[in-house]
């Protein structure tokens, strides 16, 4: 008997389904631009929407495991359908195909930098991708949200975790504190009913800063060296792009002063402007250092963890569902995910609406999204061919 909740490994058609994972995320990995929020929509809806291989309470549990452990959100995703779709092998096809695309075209362009010293112009095509990928994102929360919000409790911290973190709140802290709020405040509701003024969520303070490192000489680069540092980096890592650019800047500029700073920004420009994970910055930086073996190995460093993650902590997601403490920690995982999520949307809302134009192409792609049934990677490409047809015309 099937719990509720579980992700089912397909016992038949194992083949079938295993070409289903392949073709789905070498499709996403080519076309989800614009982060982890963006991913996660377009993923929502593919695998609930469209090909319904997830109810959104199975998608939302994903997601909510997602966000408990390092690493790069939306790969972690795409690693937990993969395996909830066709087992272990869907698992490994899912990772290695949503991030094999971007790596191709990063090394492209890291040759392209190496080679010439610059990057080719981008900004054309990222003025109509950024409010297509916002109106996918909108489109994504409003769904998520309808089972995610399950009564005025997870409305509550929800809303709190989206002005915490606007605020400045550390990610991790506002995650795990509401998955333990609501947990307590779901099974201990009699005895807790008087205490509920004084329950606060304990995230003072934003991210704490890399301790600066200075007065060290460059230390001789080594490959093995290097993909340790990104070995390190994709264990431990929660949070955002900008997180990861703090934590390669105190390695690999101010520690092994292997980068300047430039080359660092522009790495992680890279990873910010291609398909796919971000995490593939580690693909040029490692194409810098080391040529092609310093970007495999860079690459290989920084996902590896998050395959090891997920194939350890999957098959519990269903046993979590079953216990009302797990299953409430859970709820309010899902739920303070959703709100994490709402505030980069609101990060990448301000750099995508620069003028009247991109908020009309906002309204038409809005439109589409929730009027169509129209796959979004068609939108993201038409928006891409607008931005580029309205750079070369200017």
């Known amino acids: ?229 990104f070995l390190k980096v994709g264990s431990i890592l929660f949070g955002s792009g900008y997180v990861l650019l703090a934590f390669l800047h105190a390695d690999l500029v101010v520690r092994l002063r292997w980068l300047t700073d430039r080359q660092l920004l522009d790495a992680i420009a890279v990873g910010q402007v291609t398909p796919g994970p971000v995490f593939t910055t580690a693909t040029f930086v490692g194409y810098l250092l080391g040529g092609w073996w310093g970007a495999v190995l860079a690459t290989v460093g920084i996902f590896l963890p998050s395959f090891v993650f997920v194939a350890a902590t999957h098959p519990f997601i269903p046993r979590l569902r079953r216990s009302p403490w797990a299953s409430g920690f859970l709820d309010g995982a899902n739920v303070a995910s959703l709100g994490l999520m709402a505030a980069v949307t609101w990060q990448i809302a301000r750099a995508a609406l620069v003028d009247e134009v991109t908020v009309l192409l906002l309204l038409v792609a809005a439109v589409v999204v929730f009027r169509t049934k129209l796959n979004s990677a068609w939108l993201v490409l038409g928006g891409g061919a607008f931005g580029l047809l309205r750079w070369i015309l200017r």
């Open 1 to 229: 008997m099937q719990v509720p909740g579980a992700q089912a490994i397909p016992q038949e058609g194992g083949r079938k389904n295993l070409v289903e994972v392949v073709r789905l995320f070498l499709k996403l990995g080519t076309t989800a631009f614009g982060g982890p929020a963006a991913h996660i929509a377009m993923m929502e809806e593919e695998v609930v929407r469209r090909l319904r291989w997830l109810d959104r309470q199975q998608f939302l549990d994903l997601l909510g495991a997602t966000y408990l452990i390092p690493g790069p959100n939306s790969t972690e995703m795409a690693i937990h359908i993969g395996y909830a779709r066709a087992g272990w092998r869907g698992l490994i096809a899912a990772g290695v195909c949503f991030i094999l695309p971007a790596t191709v075209i990063v090394l492209a362009l890291a040759w392209v930098y190496v080679r010439y010293g610059t990057l080719p112009e981008v900004g054309g095509f990222l003025y109509g991708v950024k409010p297509v990928i916002l109106a996918i994102i909108l489109q994504a929360l409003w769904g998520l949200s309808r089972t995610a919000v399950k009564g005025p409790l997870l409305a509550g911290v929800g809303l709190a975790v989206l002005a915490l973190s606007l605020a400045g709140a550390n990610e991790v802290l506002l995650l795990f504190s509401a998955a333990l709020l609501v947990m307590l405040l779901t099974n201990l509701r009699e005895r807790l009913h008087t205490a509920l003024p004084f329950l606060v969520l304990p995230v003072t303070g934003g991210k704490a800063a890399p301790a600066t490192l200075g007065g060290f000489a460059a230390t001789p680069f080594a490959l093995p060296t290097l993909f340790l540092v």
